[in-house]
């Protein structure tokens, strides 16, 4: 087994009980991530992608199983030692960008930094580095910016740079280019894959675009709360804009492997719903 895996998902289960349904949103699934891998999450609507994706990073609590991220259990740490975990190894990138409206495209940025008791920044540095994050993404001229003098695109960006401001280990990203046209989204795709090779991250992406997921690294199909289909794709070795880091997993290689089970790929629910009366 390889040992630059950052992220192993063993049997995980995960049951929503409304009081009136029942619903089974993982099954028992397995998934494994290398360090610096882009890897896309796909499958029918209701299929448990976002759950995965919350239950990962430790933003959902799990039923069964277990999930380790870099070595560690997330559900063993206190909702303290979690929530701090999360804000210096992990950023987040959102469908609707989750910005303050009433803060610039800077202060949205640099919050997280503010308010990460463990590091205990400067306002200054965290300014600084907010900045920085804001110039890597191509915003460097938007920075007194507030969201509503913004594009679709630009907002995404500062997201993008706020996810990326504490240099985390993994960035999940949940439908990050589903409210934008198309040209916007492949810039947005661009710049994502182009962070991703240069820095080493590693991007988990919950899409429903084959044309996003196919830039990836891997593509991983569920359905029925499980993986059905584990894919390498072509891109896994291709340059981004003509450039190439010549890796695609932060490790020099790629994984190598595809695992590929029955899969019916119509767009059949796959949450079931049990009635509780």
């Known amino acids: 087994m390889s040992d630059n895996i950052i992220i192993r998902a063993k049997d995980v289960q995960k049951t929503y009980n409304t009081g009136k349904v029942i619903v089974k949103a993982l099954r028992g699934l397995d998934l494994e991530v290398q360090q610096g891998e882009m890897v896309a999450i796909m499958g029918p609507s209701g299929c448990g992608k976002t759950t995965l994706l919350n239950s990962l990073s430790g933003l959902d609590a799990i039923d069964e199983g277990v999930i380790e991220i870099d070595g560690r259990n997330l559900a063993k740490m206190s909702d303290k030692e979690r929530t701090a975990y999360r804000a210096a190894n992990m950023g987040f990138v959102f469908q609707f960008y989750n910005l303050l409206p009433v803060l610039t495209a800077a202060e949205n940025v640099e919050m997280p930094l503010l308010l990460d008791y463990k590091r205990r920044l400067k306002p200054k540095d965290a300014r600084k580095m907010a900045v920085e994050a804001l ?3 191509g915003l460097a001229d938007q920075i007194d910016q507030r969201p509503t003098e913004l594009s ?7 997201t993008i740079a706020r996810a990326l401001v504490n240099k985390p280990a993994i960035v ?3 439908e990050p280019t589903g409210d934008l046209d198309s040209t916007t989204s492949q810039e947005i795709m661009d710049l994502m894959r182009r962070l991703n090779r240069e820095n080493g ?3 988990v992406i919950v899409t429903h675009s084959l044309e996003i997921g196919e830039q990836c690294d891997r593509i991983v199909w569920m359905k029925d709360g ?3 289909k584990d894919q390498q794709t072509q891109s896994a070795a291709a ?3 003509g450039h190439s880091n010549g890796h695609t997993n932060g490790n020099g290689h790629t994984n190598g492997h595809s695992k590929n089970l029955a899969i019916n790929e119509s767009p059949v629910p796959d949450l ?3 009635s509780v009366n």
Do not use: K, L, S
């Open 239 to 241: 340059p981004v804009n």
């Open 226 to 228: 499980v993986v059905v």
């Open 272 to 274: 079931q719903t049990i």
């Open 135 to 137: 110039a890597a993404v």
């Open 201 to 203: 991250q590693t991007f």
């Open 172 to 174: 999940w990203a949940d």
């Open 152 to 158: 679709g695109g630009q907002q995404q960006r500062v």
